[in-house]
C-alpha cells in the first residue's frame, strides 16, 4: 500500500506562485507515476501533470504548460507541482495520485487534497 499526503496549497493573487508537494509512504518501490490533477467546484477532476517516477516522462494539461512544473524526489519519496503565475481559473482543489502498475493512467491510490485558491 502506498500512501500520499498532499500540502502547500493556500490563498494567493493572480500572478503570484505556489509549491505543492506531495509525500509518499509505505511502498513506495511499487511507484510507477506521480500524477496531480484538481477539481473547480461544479466541475469534473481534470488532469493537471504527470511524471514517471524512474525516467523523466512528463506530461501536463495544455492549460498549465509553460506555467506548472512537475518534478519528483526519489530520495523523500516526494513530487512536487510549483505553479507560477496562477490565474483564478487555477483555483481548485489539488490532488495527487500514484500508479503502482506499468499501465499508465490507473491512478490507484490518491491524496485528500489540497486548496488552491487565486483571487484576482
Known amino acids: 500500500q502506498v500512501q500520499l499526503v498532499e500540502s502547500g496549497g493556500g490563498l494567493v493573487q493572480a500572478g503570484d506562485s505556489l509549491r505543492l508537494s506531495c509525500a509518499a509512504s509505505?511502498?513506495?518501490?511499487?511507484?510507477?507515476?506521480m500524477g496531480w490533477f484538481r477539481q473547480a467546484p461544479g466541475k469534473e477532476r481534470e488532469f493537471v501533470a504527470r511524471?514517471?517516477?524512474?525516467?523523466?516522462?512528463?506530461y501536463y494539461a495544455d492549460s498549465v504548460k509553460g506555467r506548472f512544473a512537475i518534478s519528483r524526489d526519489k530520495a523523500t519519496n516526494t513530487a512536487n507541482l510549483q505553479m507560477n503565475n496562477l490565474k483564478p481559473e487555477d483555483t481548485a482543489v489539488y490532488y495527487c495520485?500514484?500508479?503502482?502498475?506499468?499501465?499508465?493512467?490507473?491512478?490507484?491510490?490518491w491524496g485528500q487534497g489540497t486548496q488552491v485558491t487565486v483571487s484576482s
Open positions: 509505505g511502498r513506495t518501490i511499487s511507484i510507477y507515476r
Open positions: 495520485a500514484a500508479d503502482l502498475t506499468e499501465v499508465p493512467g490507473t491512478w490507484d491510490t
Open positions: 511524471i514517471a517516477w524512474n525516467a523523466r516522462i512528463i
